[in-house]
T-cell receptor, first 115, second 108 residues
Framework: ETGVTQSPTHLIKTRGQQVTLRCSSQSGHNTVSWYQQALGQGPQFIFQYYREEENGRGNFPPRFSGLQFPNYSSELNVNALELDDSALYLC??????????????FGPGTRLTVL | AQRVTQPEKLLSVFKGAPVELKCNYSYSGSPELFWYVQYSRQRLQLLLRHISRESIKGFTADLNKGETSFHLKKPFAQEEDSAMYYCALTDYGQNFVFGPGTRLSVLP
């Protein structure tokens, strides 16, 4: 198993609330990507951070935001939660920006339920 | 817009039979293509990438730009190959697109 960890494992929130999900990358990995995986679907790319700067973003509204810290930890923040935000949220870390050769290592995910 | 399709949600084969998991993509440039696998109770992990042209656990995948396909193949399926398989592409690492996945079930 890789060294990517995520917390919490499960989370229940109500519509309109805000949530922060956390990820700890493998040591030395400067890139972290976040994905949303709805039930029965493949992961959907939310955004990617490289050395604390957003490097790419998928088709998600601004209420999805992130932070990456120098200690290889990162956060995904979601404001004004909607029912459709219920999903498994995955983070993945990789060494750098060479997507053709740098392997993404995934965490176990955080299961978010919005009621 | 980039898109990855995997037409089969579930594929069942018998042990020792050949297996082919289909993947088609739509992308205007030259994407980088990958296969990811998720075994039961394990994390999503990279199986192989097209740029490496390697065989991993007996699996190979050939990029066919004319047909915009990247099918995953194995000549003789094993029970331990049972898992969820996702085809994915990226455009220089700034956007990753995953397909919906195919569940492979290898029967004894």
């Amino acid at each position: 198993e890789t060294g990517v960890t995520q917390s919490p494992t499960h989370l229940i929130k109500t519509r309109g609330q805000q949530v922060t999900l956390r990820c700890s990358s493998q040591s030395g990995h400067n890139t972290v990507s976040w994905y949303q995986q709805a039930l029965g679907q493949g992961p959907q790319f939310i955004f990617q951070y490289y050395r604390e700067e957003e490097n790419g973003r998928g088709n998600f509204p601004p209420r999805f935001s992130g932070l990456q810290f120098p200690n290889y930890s990162s956060e995904l923040n979601v404001n004004a939660l909607e029912l459709d935000d219920s999903a498994l949220y995955l983070c993945a870390s990789s060494l750098g920006l060479e997507s053709s050769t740098d392997t993404q290592y995934f965490g176990p995910g955080t299961r978010l339920t919005v009621l | 817009a980039q898109r990855v399709t995997q037409p089969e949600k579930l594929l069942s084969v018998f042990k020792g039979a050949p297996v082919e998991l289909k993947c088609n993509y739509s992308y205007s440039g030259s994407p980088e293509l990958f296969w990811y696998v998720q075994y039961s109770r394990q994390r999503l992990q990279l199986l192989l990438r097209h740029i490496s042209r390697e065989s991993i656990k007996g699996f190979t995948a050939d990029l066919n730009k004319g047909e915009t396909s990247f099918h995953l193949k194995k000549p003789f399926a094993q029970e331990e190959d049972s898992a969820m398989y996702y085809c994915a592409l990226t455009d220089y690492g700034q956007n990753f697109v995953f397909g919906p996945g195919t569940r492979l079930s290898v029967l004894p």
